[in-house]
């Protein structure tokens, strides 16, 4: 686990924001999973202001739920807030693609082609985490090309919550294949880039569909994916509207 320094509680509140984060997004830190003020301090070698501040943070980005006398963990997932996720992020992901197409300049999709290059690059290397990293700046550079500050926001909020459930769904798939996942999404990178090259608003919006589509029949296959008996899987509840 990564230990953080600074001088100030602020600046100690951010970096453990930060790093908590990033696990909870990577299903490092499953949900449900219990988040002790003590074991916090001790991890990141720092008193107990910075860690309640950034417990604070992460309750309001509904990735911690605190509970009064009870300890903070980690935020589940329902099956309502899924259902809820994928309408809003095919409409808003179809309405970014539209705009850009029509908005983007060259030297944005110079810089866009340039980050696939290193996806490339990272793909060589097997560097998972790090393909994960750049596909994610591969879409907020297109996000950037819609020009609209507002729907940016929301876009990369919407994409927070699915970078957290295609982790989960990742690491609930066994025999996951990363190779085909490459080649899907290196296919959908080239087309994605093509349409903003020649401003094809019609093909990008079936590109952005498209793509909601195939999230939804992965997630869908986890559902509906029978596992082995001595399989290692994360704790999941269906009662009281809780997946994953």
Known sequence: MTKVAGSTSRVLAESIYTSLKEDILNAEI??????????LM?????SRTP??????????????????RRSAYVSTLTLDEISAFFEAYQ??????????????????????????????TAYLDKD??????????????????????????????LREFGSRLSALVHK???DDDWESHFAVLKLDHAEIIAALETRDCRAISNIADHDVALYRKKVLQVLERPLPVDAEVMSSTIAGKRYF
């Open 51 to 68: 860690v309640r501040e950034a417990l604070r943070r992460l309750s309001g980005d509904k990735l911690v739920t605190i509970e009064p």
């Open 91 to 120: 409409i808003t992901q179809r309405t970014i693609f539209i705009l850009s197409a029509s908005r983007i300049d060259s030297d944005q999709i110079d810089t866009i082609r340039g980050v696939e290059e290193d996806i490339a």
């Open 128 to 157: 998972i985490a790090t393909i994960k990293k750049l596909n994610d700046r591969f879409y907020g550079l297109v996000a950037e090309g819609c020009s609209n500050k507002f729907l940016y926001d929301s876009y990369i909020k």
């Open 42 to 46: 001790r991890r990141f070698e720092v």
């Open 172 to 174: 609930s798939l066994i």
């Open 30 to 39: 499953p949900p449900e999973s219990l988040l002790e003020e003590s074991d």
